[in-house]
């Protein structure tokens, strides 16, 4: 099939590469014409693992093309999907100028029927408003397809091509085939494709974020708990997991969940709640818990030196997760600030997320080339993301470098017990301190 792909961001970028992969002609679309440029050599603007090898694969194989031309991309094109950017908008609504400038001018491009899929996140009842965009320029026969993506950064590809189900929101038996055909090298009978109207499949992936940042907000809160109590988050999380019914995955927890999409989406689910009389008050408390999660790490550093002006830190991770380079909502940007704010000076590393953090704080905080410098001299340790290469350092270096043996972990990383053993006054998330 000829695809065509509008936005190479995250979504844009993976769907289509893995489309490509799959053995179909696609043409990635950006407006952006240098990021274009770099991509036809092959240089990819984010950090994701694989995603380089695969890109210069299809590239190599002639199936992966890249353009800032989307009318002649478009034209040929069986299938279009619009994967552009959702940016929080107003009163923390989608916006979505993107998507319907991208859906007008993909009207204007039509040149026989074709199926046009919304892959960005977007409010329940975009499909109509994306079918009316392209209906006012064209008089071409086209469906409007709701085909939510629920990749992880950090996991895209393996999410993409080893999916645990693929969302298609369709009312057009047309639509539904070609779809189907897309998708079947990617779903097997365990993990199906399901089919669904539009609505659904659009609050669908709303849905599955808010769910999500529901269950780190509640674990966060049993966390807050646990510390006024006495007991470890982390026995009371395998405690729980181990029940069938609630499982294992996103119990941790840590310093509030960050990142594009859980925040915005969370709010704009409250936003589409909102807007039809109803006020959704669970993910208000969600939203607040994490809020005061994201302070957790430095009202525990204010309770434990009292003052922390002309102190030193170090900071261990700045990504929002591990295997990205992606800072957005991140935790580590109000530690830092925060610490900032009352004087004190950071030392920070992170594998990957330097460059991005540069954006940020500039000169204001030290860029140490490896954890170990990053300790160098501290008051205390900060860890923030849980990069595998910061689980097993070694304590007794890590000792004799700090000018103070005080680590606050906001990942569990480390075994309070060892860590005290070792000489360390810890501080962990929900760790009966
Ligand atoms: C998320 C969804 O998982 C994905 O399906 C959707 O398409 C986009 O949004 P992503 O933003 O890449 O993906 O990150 P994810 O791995 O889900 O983590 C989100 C945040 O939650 C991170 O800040 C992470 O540190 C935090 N988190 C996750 C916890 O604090 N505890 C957990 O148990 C899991």
Redesign the pocket.
């Known amino acids: 099939m000829k695809i065509a792909v509008i936005g190479t961001g995250y979504v844009g970028l993976v769907a289509g590469t893995c489309f490509a992969e799959s053995g179909h002609d696609v043409t990635c679309i950006d407006v952006d014409l240098k990021k274009i440029e770099a991509l036809k050599r092959g240089q990819i603007p984010i950090y994701e693992p694989g995603l380089e090898e695969l890109v210069h694969r299809n590239i190599a194989a002639r199936r992966l093309h890249f353009t800032d031309d989307l009318n002649a991309a478009v034209g040929p094109s069986q299938v279009v999907f619009i994967a552009v950017g959702t940016p929080e908008g107003e009163t923390g609504r989608a916006d979505l100028q993107y998507v319907l400038n991208a859906a007008e001018q993909v009207g204007r491009a039509l040149r026989h029927y074709t199926v046009i899929v919304d892959k960005s996140t977007v409010p329940v009842g975009t499909a109509d408003r994306v079918s009316a965009a392209v209906a006012r320029n064209t008089q071409y026969e086209f469906d409007v397809v709701s085909n939510p993506?629920?990749?992880?950064?950090?996991a895209a590809l393996e999410d993409f091509l080893k999916p645990d189900r693929v969302v298609i929101g369709t009312n057009s038996e047309r639509a539904r085939k070609i779809m189907g055909e897309l998708y079947a090298p990617f779903v097997r009978t365990e993990n199906p494709i399901l089919f669904m109207d539009p609505r659904s499949a659009e609050l669908t992936k709303y849905a599955?974020?808010a769910m999500?940042a529901t269950?780190?907000s509640f674990?966060n809160d049993i966390a807050a708990l646990c510390e006024r109590v006495g007991a470890d988050a982390e026995m009371v999380r395998k405690g729980m997991g181990s029940d069938k019914r609630i499982g294992y995955?996103?119990?941790?927890?840590?310093i509030?969940?960050?990142?594009?999409?859980?925040p915005k989406d969370v709010k704009a689910l409250m936003a589409t709640a909102r807007d039809v009389g109803l006020e959704f008050d669970l993910l208000r408390a969600v939203e607040n818990t994490n809020a005061r999660q994201k302070r957790c790490l430095l009202t525990k550093a204010l309770k434990h030196y009292g003052d922390v002006s002309n102190r030193t830190f170090g900071v261990w991770g700045l990504a929002?997760?591990p295997k990205t380079d992606d800072m957005r909502e991140a935790p580590s940007v109000e530690l830092i600030e925060g610490l900032l704010g009352k004087g004190a000076r950071v030392q920070c590393h992170d594998p990957v997320a330097t460059e991005v953090a540069q954006r940020y704080f500039g000169d204001r905080v030290l860029y140490a080339p490896t954890c170990y410098d990053a300790a160098e001299g501290v008051d205390g340790l900060f860890l923030v993301t849980e990069w595998n290469e910061f689980r097993h350092p070694d304590m007794k270096r890590l000792k004799a470098l700090m000018k103070s043996p005080v680590i606050f972990d906001g990942r569990n990383v480390f075994d309070p017990r060892r860590a005290r053993d070792e000489g360390f006054t810890y501080f962990g998330i929900g760790r009966g301190q």
């Open positions: 993506e629920f990749l992880k950064e950090g599955a974020n999500l269950r780190i674990m995955s996103f119990l941790y927890p840590g509030g969940y960050g990142g594009s999409c859980f929002f997760k």
